[in-house]
């Protein structure tokens, strides 16, 4: 069973997610197939190593010794993986896709260059739509995609990165908890139809039986950065402020300087999970792994 390393990664994802459902999303395998990995662990140890319980699974005690032994299997794996990759040396310039408000806000250059150097070989921002990025993965026209829309596929395995909150914002004060009410005093940015953010917002404005259609809307605009400058460059007015949502991550420097403002809804917040999306041909590929392993550990988070 030692050099079918699999069934153990399989093992040491269901013990870190505490769910057989967790593990099977995020190795990117069907859950009867984590299921059925496990108990060929269990017959060839003779031994049960995990029970399952209402809120999730736990460790017996061959599991917990299992456990640290796949831990140290695995660390002495991926050692090995990044001493061949030394060798090889690979020439590559590694692909990576980002949809607009992740490439354009969140990813910095200093984090494209300092992951360049953790696998030493350039890499290629390319900044789309998250759809069009889901399909050039599939055309292997990139390596790897940050995504803020859940274009689920079949074919790849997603990860959840980061957590991300749409909030209202204008160029003057407006109060920073907005009653229901106060949503048709102001003048609109609106994102246009098809949008993910646009999806978000009106799932949320559907509970409070807020009507977009009742709103002054002054225009629809395709992406974070236009509607961004359309807000700096609208017209000042107090008494009739112009305001969009958008994410917070877009405009953290601006909210700290005092060139715009935030609001929230109230009893309401509107939040999404940012994404990273990989082809499941590239599940144990040490590039892709190191990439992905470098932005979870926070070394991109704006």
Not at 270 to 299: D, Q
């Amino acid at each position: 069973m030692l050099k079918d390393f699999v069934k153990l990664e399989t093992f040491l994802t269901v013990a870190r997610e505490r769910s057989f459902s967790k593990a099977s999303a995020k190795l990117g395998i069907s859950q009867p197939a984590v299921t059925q990995q496990i108990k060929f662990i269990e017959k060839y140890l003779g031994e049960k190593i995990i029970e399952r319980k209402k809120n999730g699974i736990k460790l017996t005690a061959a599991g917990d010794e299992l456990y640290k032994i796949a831990l140290r299997l695995e660390k002495e794996i991926h050692a090995s993986e990044n001493e061949v990759l030394k060798i090889i040396n690979k020439e590559i310039t590694f692909r990576l896709g980002a949809s607009f408000t992740i490439g354009t806000y969140i990813i910095p250059g200093q984090c494209l260059n300092t992951m360049s150097k953790a696998i030493n070989n350039d890499v290629k921002l390319s900044i789309d739509l998250s759809e069009n990025i889901v399909q050039n993965i599939k055309d292997r026209k990139l390596d790897l995609g940050l995504i803020e829309s859940p274009v689920f596929d079949n074919e790849l395995i997603y990860r959840e990165w980061l957590e991300d909150e749409l909030v209202v914002v204008s160029n003057v004060p407006i109060p920073k908890v907005l009653k229901t009410e106060e949503l048709y005093d102001f003048q609109w940015i609106c994102r246009d139809e098809g949008s993910h953010t646009r999806q978000v917002v009106s799932e949320v404005f559907e509970e409070l039986g807020v009507s977009c259609k009742s709103f002054n809307v002054l225009s629809e605009v395709s992406n974070t950065t236009a509607v961004l400058q359309s807000i700096k460059k609208a017209k000042r007015n107090e008494a009739k402020p112009v305001v969009s949502i958008i994410s917070k991550h877009a405009i953290e420097e601006e909210v700290s300087r005092g060139e715009l403002f935030e609001a929230r809804l109230r009893g309401y917040t509107m939040s999404r999970s940012f994404y990273i999306a990989y082809s499941k041909e590239n599940k144990h590929n040490a590039y892709v792994e190191n990439v992905v392993n470098y932005i979870l550990t926070g070394n991109c988070d704006a």
